[in-house]
């Protein structure tokens, strides 16, 4: 089995209309594999050695109204593989479950803050993870924006041991996919997906965003 080294941040706008899963990874079109979302329903990051299933099958144990625990305990008890996987649900309620088995590669980790969850594995240094969680908390503006900021603040605090080949992100709010985008194989992912984003945004280069540094990692946002 190929290691597929990966971190992830899922979470929800502050005004609770919004949920959305952004990802980059060391292998290529992670975007196929780990991000899945269903509008009115929540967000689902699979990955390590990955089971699409998580995903797939998370999904609709969450529309059937089991809790993100209830789906995640069923979606374990039937995976004799468990523990080489990483897995985070979180539904449009802001309810939260991870999951990262004991033989997933190191360095591995997940912080679970009131509105995100971040994952990684395979990771330089659990800074990642610490980096991403801050960022997101500490940048404002657009909410698909912050979660790209995160994922920079990921990157640019170690990131996958291999370096970056693709990354994805994906939002919904109740009722329809608001955004999907990918970049599938690139030696800077997280900045084409970020550049495509502004493009999508019509962000100009007079707004001027506020800077914030968390360690090594700048997280910018609009006021």
Known sequence: MVKHGTFSILAISKDGRSMGVAVASGSTAVGLRVPHATPGVGVIATQAYTNVAYGTEGLKLLASGLTPDQALKRLLAEDPQREIRQVAIMDFAGRKAVFTGAKTPRERGEIVGEDYVVIGNFLRSVKVLENMAECFKKTHGTFALRLLEALKAGSESGGDKRGEKSAALTV????????????????????????????????????????????????????
């Open 172 to 223: 919904v709010n109740r009722t329809r996919i608001l955004l999907s985008l990918r970049v599938d194989e690139s030696s800077n992912p997280i900045q084409e997906l970020m550049d495509a984003l502004r493009k999508h945004l019509n962000i100009t280069r007079n707004e001027k965003p506020t800077l914030y540094k968390t360690g090594k990692a700048n997280c910018i946002g609009k006021p």
